[in-house]
């Protein structure tokens, strides 16, 4: 049995961002400064797979 594809942005809200944001400021900027500069404004998604290591079409 095949598990269902998983999406390839899922949802951050703005709290968890703001936190992740701190987080940055405190020096543990590894998952925060990710989420942060793959977050989508106008969505409010982040991309589960960063541009760079996404396969060329």
């Known amino acids: 049995?095949?598990?269902p594809?998983?999406?390839d942005a899922v949802p951050v809200s703005q709290d968890v961002?703001?936190?992740l944001k701190g987080d940055i400021l405190d020096g543990h900027d590894a998952p925060g400064a990710w989420?942060?500069?793959?977050?989508d404004e106008t969505t409010?998604?982040?991309l589960r797979h960063a541009p760079?290591?996404?396969p060329a079409p």
């Open 5 to 7: 594809a998983e999406p």
């Open 35 to 39: 989420l942060a500069a793959h977050r």
């Open 17 to 19: 961002l703001s936190r």
């Open 44 to 46: 409010g998604t982040v």
């Open 1 to 3: 049995m095949q598990r």
């Open 52 to 54: 760079q290591f996404m």
